[in-house]
């Protein structure tokens, strides 16, 4: 009998709920508010199609051969200027690209953990990172947050109760899944314990440029005066996810170990893509697609958050994010929203949403769920959340 012997870290491969509900977007009956998908209607067809179509013809042989594993140069040095808004100054040295920043989380995991190694998180935080880090088996410890993101002062208690933690990780900017933005004055703190305490930031940022109102905030990256903050960046959510191109930001010798895993797990980047990219920057203003962007995802929260308003009971409490893809829902203790969507929501009303409990590490919370308003149809929104509503009041 054929016997396959799994390394252990596969132990800790599972299925996660996203990836689970995800399978759901495929049934046209149901009404999906789970995934963070950004609505393909938006995705720029035409100046794509005409964009790829151009560097086949001008640059084909190029753009269809292997290339550096740190990507195309001239779309690093538009990132380059583009992360200097943010306050970010590098250069070629300390940026290379990724699968989408998704890869990041795993290189860097990669890059520094051991088995039983803490890592320091949101409370809640990224479902996608959880899985990304789990393989390499580390201990999760957590900081609670407030309507200003990560709590600095219980972050301090976790560090001095781990002093050997490997890195802190946070969404600061749009929080996934709760939709809470960092503040300034935190972003800061942070830095400070981090030089303090001895130890590396993993700032994941691909929401950062989906900001419907309110003043754009600096990277924690560019309060960096020791080289100790990772920053990661996407074009999944500014261009379209299918193209799966994000970067990495950090000193010089990290920049240089992390390319060294990313060559070791896939040698490098669609060319292709990079260059079409790249091609897309010089022929089209990407500023001006996502302020478009901006418009329809603002007009589709605020539906929403009506929505709830009306439909939902008063008990239950749920997020304004001023930028971002998701509002986190907060109901009464001893509502399960696992157990409520599979008995009821799904059945009943064919919506789907991502229950809350599977984004804390350490100790789950069943009385949380996240839904995505960027994905659906104003439409489907205004029947998803009604029909949800029905089936909660009757539930409480």
Known sequence: MKTYRYAERMSLVKPSAIRELLKLGADPDVISFGGGYPDPDLFPLEKLSLVFEQVIKEQGKSALQ???????????????????????????????????????????????LNKGDI?????????????????????????????EGMDMDKLETVLKANPNAKFIYTVPTFHNPTGITMSLCRRKRLVELANAYDVIILEDDPYREIRYEGEQLPSIKSFDTEGRVIHLGSFS?????????????????????????KMAADTQNSTLNMYAVNRFMELYDIDEHITHIRKIYKDKKDLMLETLRVALPQSVKYTNPEGGLFTWLTFPEGVDTTRLMKERVLPEAKVAYVP????FPVKEEVNHCRFNFSYMSKENIVRGVTAFGRILKEYC
């Open 66 to 112: 292997y290339t550096i594993s740190e990507g195309l140069s001239e779309l690093r040095l538009k990132l380059i200027e583009r992360m200097k808004r943010v306050g970010v100054t590098c250069g070629l040295e300390n940026l290379f690209l990724l699968q989408g920043s998704q890869q990041g989380l795993d290189l860097v995991a990669k890059m520094f």
């Open 356 to 359: 809350g409990s599977t984004f």
């Open 119 to 147: 890592v320091i998180t949101e409370n809640p935080t990224f479902l996608g990172a959880l899985v990304a880090f789990n393989p390499y088996e580390p201990q999760y410890a957590t900081v609670s947050m407030d309507e």
């Open 237 to 261: 959510k500014i261009l379209c996810p299918g193209l799966r191109l994000g970067w990495v930001v950090a000193e010089k010798e990290l920049a240089e170990k992390l390319c060294l895993l």
